[in-house]
C-alpha cells in the first residue's frame, strides 16, 4: 500500500469511528429526549445523568453536537472525566438490568476537510476563528478565513443583552482561549476582551483601499456555523447599509411560548410589538 492510500486510510478509519461515536451518542440523546423514564435511567460516566448533560448544552442542540466533535467539548459535558481515552456509558433497560458500554475514543479526531498541499500562508485561527492577511507582497489579493461564526464579540452581546445564561460560561471559556487566562469578574469585562467582528472587518476594508487591493477571497471551507449576524456586519461593509437592509431574510412565521421568555429573559412581547400594526400574542 502506498503512503498517501495508508495516510487516507488512517483518516477515513478515524473519521468512521467519529461517526460512530457521534450516531451512537446523538441516538440516545434523540430517544432520552423523547422518553422521559429513559432519560432519568441513563448514565453517562457512572455519575451524570443524561439529563444533566442536556441542561449544560442547552438551550442549541447543536451546542450538544458542537461539543461532541471534540475533545475540549467532551470535557465541557463532562467536567469529572478523566479516562480521556474512553467513554463509559451505563444503560439501564425499562425492566431494570444494568448494562455498561465502553466507547474507545480516537486519539485524534479529524473534522478538518482533506485538501491538497499548499505554499500559501492561511491567516492564524489559533486563539480565534476569524482573521484576514495579504496573500501577496503589494496586497492585490487579500484572504478573509473565518472558521466559525460563534467566538466573537457582537455575538455575546447580543445573547447577553437577551438574558441568556450560558452567555457567562462561554464567554469565560473564549476569553481564555485567546488570552490564557481567565477574565475580568463582570462578564461586561470578559466580552470587551473578545474580538469584534465588525472592528476586525473594519480594518480589513481600510487596508484594502489603502493598498487598492483587487481581491478578496472568503474562505468558509471550515467553517462551523454560529451567530449568521456576522455575515450582516460584512455585508454592510462591502456594500453598505442599502444592501445590507434590502437583503431577503426569507420568510417566517414567529411564534413566542413561555418557553421562549423564559429563555430569552432581556425579550418580552411589547418589545416585539412596538411598531408591529398587528400585535402578536403568545402561542
Known sequence: MKAEEKI???????????????????????YA????????????????????????????????????????????????WKDVKNIRTRLKSNP????DYIIALPQRILTDPITSSSKIQLPSVEKIDFGYDFLDVKKKTALLRID??????????????????WVKQYAARTYKKIHGASGPAKLEET???IPSATETFRSLVIDMRRAA????????????????????????FLYGNKATKSQDRGYSINKYSDLYFNEYTGDNLAKINAGRTFALIKG
Open 8 to 30: 487516507l486510510s488512517k483518516k477515513l478509519f478515524s473519521f468512521l469511528a467519529f461517526v460512530s461515536i457521534f450516531l451512537i451518542l446523538g441516538f440516545f440523546s434523540i
Open 33 to 80: 429526549q423523547e422518553n422521559k423514564k429513559f432519560n432519568q435511567d441513563l448514565l453517562v460516566q457512572d455519575t451524570r445523568q443524561l439529563a444533566q448533560i442536556f441542561e449544560t448544552a442547552h438551550p442549541d442542540p447543536s451546542n450538544l453536537c458542537r461539543n461532541l466533535r471534540t475533545r475540549d467539548g467532551l470535557e465541557y459535558l463532562l467536567p469529572e
Open 96 to 99: 431494570g438490568e444494568e448494562k
Open 148 to 165: 466559525g461564526m460563534f467566538s466573537f464579540r457582537e455575538n455575546f452581546e447580543y445573547f447577553n443583552m437577551m438574558g441568556v445564561e
Open 191 to 193: 466580552i470587551a476582551g
Open 213 to 236: 487591493t483587487k481581491t478578496l477571497i472568503i474562505d468558509l471551507r471550515k467553517n462551523s456555523e454560529g451567530n449568521s449576524v456576522m455575515g450582516y456586519i460584512l455585508k454592510y
